[in-house]
């Protein structure tokens, strides 16, 4: 028997990953993945980009610097500042896509028995990264209720400390929903109140299709404390919804003192990223990022649209989300009902795919909920595929 760390008991499989593998199986129409639509992918982009990149060979196929590469770095500190977040490259960390910061993230604050406050659902990849280090997880309500700061503290202190709140204030995954400036200013001033970090995670803000954008928890508080070096907002961003994801580029914005820390982290992991991709993604986001944002925020709207009019033409009694940005809708099934178990039945006699939302329950809970993402089927394919599905439900 092979003698695994005690930490491999709380490593499970991704739901998401598993049902990818049907994405190559033409007769499956899958809702399941939030894959960006390869149709986006600039790829004559990404073309010249190498090619322009491998003209130093020396700086693109050696080893670089942990931190990431400096021109890239001090390109994503103005973006950074341009949103209200006065960063400077030595606040940035650039990762394998905003997983890999989770991951480092995790590694450098949970001690087993800490707690971490998410949104329950929550995204299952977070989940995935801090699971590894044995957290315990206690249920983040910004809409009222009885929770007290004391409650949280109470209940931490019994396995640990309280380290962070988790979140993903625009276009979550998996319920496509985004926090108001209200439920912003209020996570920010529990986490104060408790002495905590903040993780936001930012993937799909970028990907807002309507409505008035709010400020990331990192501007708002920084406006509060009036300097990067002393928020608790740590920002993970990235390029794969707005470029591509096979890239695997993305970043961390958070004071120096964190950045040194995660660096430490980097350099035992991976020494860092991929040098020609680095440099290639510089390359492409400088030829013109903003019309690739305004690319996909198209593409996905009239998805999103085709989807939600599927819905209510064809399951005019399934409760949806409708989602202002992103990739996802959340539909909460009646009671009683098991996604897991409609799950196995759509597979097998309608030959649709979804994620079953209790994979985004820490407690297990949301048994009768799951995930539709809208962003890779075709407008066709989603109109057959809700249809399918609303013939089996």
Known sequence: MIPYARRMDGMKASEIRELLKLVDRPEVISFAGGIPDPALFPAQAARSAYDKALRDPAAALQYGVSEGYAPLREWIAARMRGEGVPASAENILVTAGSQQGLDFLAKALISPGDTILSEYPTYLGAL???????????????????????????????????????????????????????????????????GALVIEDAAYRALRFEGDAQPSLQALDVASCGDLEQSRVVYLGTFSKTVAPGMRVGWVCAPRAMIAKLT???????????????????AIVEAGLDPLISAARAHYRAKRDALLDALARYAPGLACTMPQGGLFSWATLPQGMDAAALLRRALAEAKVAFVPGGAFHPDGGGANTLRLSYSLPSIARIEEGIGRLAKLL
Request: glycine share 4%.
């Open 128 to 194: 995935q990264a801090f699971c590894a280090y044995e957290p315990r997880y206690d249920r983040l309500r910004l809409d009222g209720g009885n929770e007290t700061p004391a409650a949280y503290s109470d209940r931490a202190r019994a396995t640990g400390a309280l380290k962070a709140l988790y979140l993903v204030p625009d276009f979550a995954n998996p319920t496509g929903l985004s926090l108001a400036r209200p439920q912003r200013e209020a996570a920010l001033a529990l986490a104060r109140e408790l």
């Open 264 to 282: 430490l982290i980097n350099q035992a992991s991976a020494l860092h990223v991929s040098s020609i991709n680095q440099i290639a993604m510089l």
